[in-house]
């Protein structure tokens, strides 16, 4: 006979994801993975994983959410956000992995030329690491 699963968000609640969830005030885990965020991301051309995927390495503890250059990408403009139908701020969990990226001594991906970023969120990052 089978054993039974029992899940519960203590049980599958990684420290990264908690991490993450007190300095963005954003419950990581209320994303159900629908991708209306990526869809009208104005900047997931330029992002190596889109906002759902972050948010989904996120959910499943996977630090290497941290080396991503979509976190510094994202310009927070919100247009996420406003189109989750569960009100995930994802900018501002954008900002937390930038925070988590910066406290572990990860640097932000460069800018590549073959590749160029929307002067938006070149700005954006700018303004995210002026001191």
């Known amino acids: 006979m089978a054993s039974e699963l029992r899940l519960s968000r ?5 420290p990264f994801a908690r991490r993450v969830e007190e300095l963005s005030g954003e419950n990581p885990y209320a994303c ?3 991708g209306k965020c990526s869809a009208g991301c104005p900047f997931a051309d330029h992002m190596d994983a889109l906002p759902n995927q972050v948010l ?4 499943l503890g996977d ?5 991503l250059s979509a976190p510094w990408v994202c310009a927070s403009c919100h247009a996420c956000g406003v189109r989750c ?3 995930v701020d994802i900018a501002r969990t954008m900002e937390a992995l930038r925070v988590l990226a910066l406290r572990k001594g ?12 929307p002067q938006i969120a070149l700005i954006g990052a700018y303004r995210k690491l002026t001191p």
Request: hydrophobic share 30%.
């Open 56 to 59: 989904r390495l996120v959910q």
């Open 10 to 14: 203590a049980g599958l609640e990684a």
């Open 85 to 87: 139908p569960k009100g």
């Open 32 to 34: 159900y993975q629908c």
């Open 63 to 67: 630090e290497s959410a941290l080396s």
């Open 106 to 117: 990860i640097t932000p991906a460069p800018v590549r030329p073959d590749r160029p970023y």
